[in-house]
């Protein structure tokens, strides 16, 4: 294959992204501390992030977990339960403890058991919201078993999107790690925004098939058919500033995967080659600064990160799995998206 040229872009930031906790946490924060400048961390922790205290005390378990010198900003998200205080939610925004807030689907997916139950009760904190500015990041997801799941994000935009834009259109809205060519046109359409996993770039739902049922590729929302896929492939690599770069990077021990085939897919330490093989396969990597570096910050009104990096193009092969110490002891690992794969990108 003819060799490209570096590419030099701002720095990234990821959109949409869980760390965990405790060893976990520890283990695996440094595989987007080097790499990104911000991260939105979900508030999916076992006890979730519901209130201002948490949210602090959350936020200095992530700083602490980072070497001092890496310049890593964590920003913080409010879990909206079906009892979440307008003032208390208020507050935090103001005070700049939350940066956004995060509506689960009561069970809807890993640690969502205190999502909210009916939509509808939490209209008054979207009012509170559209007034303040504050942003509204959505699982998009109906929880009624009556909806095959692969319907399951197409139903919420019907069902629950398309009221909560008509009601606030003012209301800054992302749905998160989109699955469907449904949801792409819908953001387009309504002039809202998206975030879109690697994952989701890559594998379409064969891959949970692959060798017998393999939840290694099992998440939430489960990846679509083939030509869904294709159609997050073109929005991400448009440019279109309605998309931008969110992980979805869901790390859980290999023994909980195979026990329970929990949903997530770790893919923090090779996220960023992972998105360049799909924008070089598309021939748009003219395209990659805005979509991991610049629609973001456009979004959420900040500015792109100042530092640049730089991305060489020199393939390499993805290790299997990490592994998760505490103190010296090896105690579980993670497999990684793409394990015993080659991508052809690193990052300087
Ligand atoms: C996420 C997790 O494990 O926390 N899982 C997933 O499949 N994406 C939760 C989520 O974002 O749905
Ligand atoms: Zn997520």
Redesign the pocket.
């Known amino acids: 294959m003819k060799s490209l040229e570096n590419l030099i872009i701002h720095k990234p930031d990821d959109w949409?992204l869980?760390l965990r906790e405790g060893i976990i946490l520890k283990n695996i924060v440094r595989y987007t501390s080097e790499y990104f400048g911000r991260a939105i961390v979900?508030p999916?922790t076992k006890d979730p992030i519901t209130s201002i205290k948490k949210a602090i005390l959350y936020k200095k378990e992530i700083l602490d977990a980072i070497s001092t010198d890496t310049k890593f900003e964590p920003l913080m998200t409010i879990y909206l339960t079906d009892v979440t205080s307008k003032d208390e939610l208020k507050k935090g925004y103001e005070d700049k403890v939350f940066f956004a807030a995060k509506l689960?689907p009561a069970n809807?997916?890993?640690?969502?058991a205190y999502g909210v139950k009916d939509i509808k009760n939490i209209y008054q904190i979207f009012e509170t919201m559209e007034s303040i500015g504050m942003p509204l990041l959505i699982?998009g997801e109906v929880t009624d078993p009556q909806v095959d799941i692969f319907d399951r994000e197409a139903v919420f935009i019907d069902r629950e999107l398309t009221p909560i834009i008509k009601n606030f259109p003012k209301l800054k809205v992302v749905l998160?790690?989109i699955t469907t060519s449904f949801a792409v046109d819908f953001v387009q359409e309504n002039n809202i925004h998206a975030t879109i996993t690697p994952h989701h770039l890559h594998i379409n739902r064969n891959a949970m098939f692959f060798g017998g049922l393999n939840s290694d590729f099992?998440?939430?929302?489960v990846a679509k058919r083939e030509f869904n896929r294709i159609s997050l492939i073109k929005a991400a690599t448009s440019g279109n500033e309605n998309f931008f770069l969110g992980t979805?990077s869901?790390p859980?021990m290999r023994e909980w995967k195979a026990f329970c085939g929990?949903?997530?897919?770790f893919n923090a330490p090779v996220a960023i080659p992972s998105y360049l093989q799909v924008f070089q396969e598309a021939n748009s990597l003219d395209k990659f600064e805005a979509f991991a570096s610049l629609n973001g910050p456009k979004f959420y009104n900040l500015e792109p990160n100042q530092e640049k990096i730089t991305l060489v193009y020199d393939s390499f092969k993805v290790d299997d799995c990490i592994e998760i110490f505490d103190s010296e002891n090896v105690v579980g690992k993670i497999k990684t998206f793409h394990a015993g794969e080659r991508l052809n990108w690193r990052i300087l």
């Open positions: 949409h869980h979900m999916n689960y809807a997916t890993t640690n969502s699982h998160e790690h099992y998440c939430l929302p979805d869901a859980h929990c949903a997530g897919i």
